[in-house]
């Protein structure tokens, strides 16, 4: 059973375009939500992350939005970029249980020129 | 900044061999994370160590064990290996119990 839900799988957006990703969870313990890139064949980079007492955070083209009442959370990538074509992983963890990130399956992005 | 070191970074082993990964975390991270990733999947938890003690597991064979040593650095083991280990094993650390920052991987190969 998938504690994380991601979606869409894919996702093209035109460059200049917003790419918009989203994932729920059903664990109300959760406490951290984090986003991570990873390219192919690399490791997973951490990009931006937020925890439940806050609704909205931005870092540069990034934001992460955080509905707590409906377990959603969602991260925005404006003025999508050819070099952000990735596969983007949101995760849940909780901070007094050790913290093991539980991910989401996934999105690809392709950003065309 | 440093980042975290995994090695070997790629590994070929036949079935039923015995393979060592190995990870050394960020300097001062006192937690260090195992996932393995298979192709087009989601990483999954297998191990983690809190200064030097198992603090939590996950979805991990009985034929893999893994251990944090004094210097933080930490290893898994894996024997009698099977096709269906062949994954990019990922080491991760942490200094807050939050942002776990992740390694290049190991990529295994059993054939």
């Known amino acids: 059973q998938q504690q994380v839900k991601q979606s869409p799988q894919s996702l093209i957006v035109q460059k200049g375009g917003i790419s918009i990703i989203n994932c729920a969870y059903e664990n109300t313990a959760f406490d951290y939500f984090p986003w991570y890139q990873q390219f192919p064949g690399k490791g997973p980079a951490l990009l931006i992350a937020?925890?439940?007492?806050?609704s909205e955070k931005k870092e540069g083209r990034f934001t992460i939005s955080f509905n707590k009442s409906a377990k959603q959370f969602s991260l925005h990538i404006m003025d999508s970029q050819p070099g952000d074509s990735a596969t983007y992983f949101c995760?849940?963890?909780?901070?007094?249980?050790?913290?093991?990130?539980?991910f989401g399956q996934g999105t690809t992005l392709q950003v065309k020129p | 900044a440093a980042g975290v070191i995994q090695s070997p970074r790629h590994l070929i082993k036949e079935k039923r061999e015995t393979a060592t990964l190995k990870c050394y975390p960020i300097?001062?991270?006192?937690?260090v994370y195992w996932y393995q990733q298979g192709p087009g999947q989601d990483p999954q938890f297998l191990i983690s160590f809190y200064e030097k003690m198992q603090s939590d597991k996950g979805s991990i064979p009985d034929r893999f064990s893994a251990q944090q040593f004094s210097d933080y650095h930490s290893e898994l083991n894996m024997s009698s290996l099977e096709l269906g280990d062949s994954a990019l094993y990922f080491c991760?650390?942490?200094?807050?119990?939050?942002?776990?920052?992740f390694g290049p991987g190991t990529r295994l190969t059993v054939t």
């Open positions: 937020i925890r439940p007492d806050v």
């Open positions: 995760a849940a963890s909780i901070y007094g249980n050790t913290g093991k990130l539980i």
């Open positions: 991760a650390s942490s200094l807050t119990g939050y942002e776990q920052y």
């Open positions: 300097p001062r991270h006192d937690t």
